[in-house]
């Protein structure tokens, strides 16, 4: 994303499809895919389930908040949509990892798209130890 110009119609557009809920928002983070991709949710392989298809991770996210940061401290018609966004986003995120934490004692590799679950590898400080860079707002 931090490859647009501040001032360009393209992150109007890009801006508006991350807060559509049918898409890549929900309360816990952005998802991987979308919903309305013929992928989602689906097995890689007979054997190999879904991993990049849908889940939120943090990583994918950091990036995105890292982008939205920088957007909403550069004059432009998108400054005001990007705080939002990153406001929004920022706090969904650290909502759902710092509860999720506080109830299993642990970071998650991966968190559910429909209702924040944690799944995947724990304890898992690889990419979700960003959560630390998410709080402290360090972008």
């Known amino acids: 994303m931090r490859l647009l110009p501040a001032d360009s ?3 109007g557009q890009q801006l508006e499809l991350l ?9 816990y983070g952005l998802r991987s895919l979308a919903p309305t991709s013929s992928i989602y949710k689906k097995y890689n392989t007979e054997h190999d389930a879904p991993y990049w ?3 939120v991770w ?4 950091y990036l995105t908040l890292k982008a939205l940061h ?3 401290t550069v004059a432009g018609p998108h400054q005001q949509a990007a705080a939002e966004l990153f406001t929004d986003l ?7 990892i710092i509860g ?3 109830s299993t004692g642990y970071l998650w590799e991966q968190y559910d798209d429909v209702d924040g679950v944690p799944k995947g590898s724990h304890p898992f400080t690889g990419w979700t130890a960003l959560v630390t ?6 972008f």
Do not use: K
């Open 100 to 102: 999720r934490y506080n």
């Open 9 to 11: 119609h393209e992150l």
């Open 19 to 27: 807060r559509q809920e049918q898409l890549l928002w929900t309360d």
């Open 53 to 55: 298809r849908g889940q």
């Open 90 to 96: 920022r706090a969904n995120l650290l909502a759902n």
């Open 133 to 138: 860079l998410v709080a402290s707002e360090m």
């Open 58 to 61: 943090i990583n994918v996210n």
């Open 70 to 72: 920088h957007y909403s």
